[in-house]
């Protein structure tokens, strides 16, 4: 299959199943907005290391947020949902109640108002609240979503309040949502984007980020969206999980066994995360496209032989 | 299910004073012929619901939905109910959503005293739901309400969220008489400034401990009232404008003194 020139490789995107939970971060301008997301998306790439994959999934205006502030959308994905009860809070304390003007609300409200399997509740502001010292209140206030979900974020018919707790603190107040909404999603969609040399392929992989930026329910994680070290399961090394996807490298053909083509001297991977399988699926036919209006050898994607995850997303059905 | 009805004015009954059998919550969720028939105590007797009122509907609606379109000034208008809709075109008595705990009540008219109150002996007050009056409300507003909204459009009798335990009380009006009396935690808004802008002088009240001043932006959860109240489209006269509700300054008063200072009193200075 050919896209514009570019080769589609006929392989499969490999992905498994995680939890996720949305947060909508406000905050007085778009500046402080980008600062809070930026921090609290900090150090949110893999699980491999990281407590929580967190990515921006779309920059809010005022009319889309709770509040009316501008307001950003973020997704944060964990194995289970006991990781996001430890990485949503522990974020949250550090990293959006530490910032300027901040207040937090839930972005899934309708998930989970009964737990079950599917979907959790998590504590937000019922665990941060303490910070307050005796100080802290809680106002409940109806609040209708604005934003368009795949997830079933349908305003019931009977509105019920939404309760938020107002930790004083010196700018005023942190305002934030006692609980907080987890369903289950899927993590690692992903495409490599195959190219001559690192500036035309970067070129290529920012434009694929970029068209998928303003998609809903899924995420980029990686730095930029871009990971530059993409990799295999397993290592010859005792108590590695993961080394590097020698395959791909570059610098390796001809020493190691490679699956790069004639003329490809770099590759970049595009991971997305997302809520639903369709929406990976909608986003990463998005990335290819846009990925192949440049000038690149092949699109492929990255794969564990089928072993590790149970969601395959095949090029050529996701580009058909 | 959506009903709508009309007093029959010409009827020779007495007068109905309690119109707590006005729920939409159970009233809207039965089928004609059994709305009909709800009976309507009067004195020792009851009469039919259809000789009172001429009917309209049912028709579809996603929660229950009852809208009063003429009615005697009653009383105890939508007390508990737990969910739905109930909208009256008319003034309407005391105790309007007493111990309500869910929905939605909006007067088009005035009310009495006690909006919100408790109903018969009860501690509580309105345990949850919305109470939205177009018009002026009487003595006490509030009166120990537990959570909630309610917001007056109008004038405002005395001591509004009087010995209120929590909660949030909006007002279009800054000339109140001892808001907050004894109040224990809970939100009295001053809104004028937003559809006036002369500056208002501050709440002189022996009652409250006076705050300083902060940006509107410094109490996001503030904004998620006032982004409530204008998705309302409360008041019908004189919407909010967004750009000054987060441009605008919050005057903090704290009270009741005697009550620890936990209840706050804002004015909105824009």
Known sequence: MQVNGVIIEDTFAEAFRMWASRLIVTAIDEEWVRIAATTVSGYGTSVIGCDAEVGVERWLSPEETPDGRPGVSLLLFSFNA?????????????CLMTCPTTAV????????ITPGDEAARIDLGKRL??????HQK?????????????????????????????????????????????????????????????????????????AIAPMPDVIAPFPGGIVRSGSKVGSRYKGMFASTNDEYCPTLRGRSKSKLREGVGCVYEIVINGLTAAAISRAMRTAISAACECDIIAVSAGNYGGKLGKFHFKLHEVMA | MKYTIHYRSSNRLPTLVDGSFLRPDTLCTVDREAFAATPIPIGRTSVRLDEVFAIGGPEPSPTPFLLVMDTPPLDRLGANMAHGKLVV????????????????????????????????????????????????????????????????????????????????????????????????????????????ASNAAPLAASHLAEGGEVAASAMPAMLLVLRRLQDLRWPLVAPLDAARATKARWRIASGDRFEHNKGEVLQCLV
């Open chain 1, 82 to 94: 006991d990781g996001l009860r430890k990485a949503v809070p522990n974020r949250t304390g550090q």
């Open chain 1, 105 to 112: 609300y839930d972005g899934l409200p309708y998930a989970a």
């Open chain 1, 129 to 134: 609240r303490f910070f307050g010292d005796g």
């Open chain 1, 138 to 210: 809680s106002k409940q206030v109806v609040v209708v979503a604005a934003q368009p979900s795949a997830i079933s974020d349908q305003p019931s018919a009977i509105l019920a309040a939404r309760r938020f707790w107002r930790v004083p603190v010196m700018d005023g107040e942190f305002t934030c949502e006692e609980t907080v909404g987890a369903v289950k999603a899927i993590a690692g969609g992903n495409i490599l984007v195959c190219g001559r040399d690192q500036a035309g392929t970067l070129k290529a992989t920012r434009r694929a980020v970029e």
């Open chain 2, 89 to 196: 075109f008319r003034d309407v008595g005391d105790e309007l959503g007493a111990s309500m705990s869910g929905g939605h009540i909006r007067v088009l008219g005035n009310a009495g005293h006690r909006v919100g109150g408790p109903d018969h002996a009860s501690r509580r007050g309105m345990t949850g739901g919305e109470i939205l009056i177009d018009g002026d409300a009487g003595d006490y507003a509030g009166f120990l309400m537990r959570r909630g909204l309610i917001a007056i459009a109008g004038r405002c009798g005395k001591s509004p969220g009087y010995r209120m335990l929590a909660g949030t009380i909006a007002l279009l009006t800054d000339a109140l008489d001892a808001p907050g009396i004894e109040m224990q935690r809970g939100t009295i808004l001053c809104l004028r400034g937003l559809v006036d």
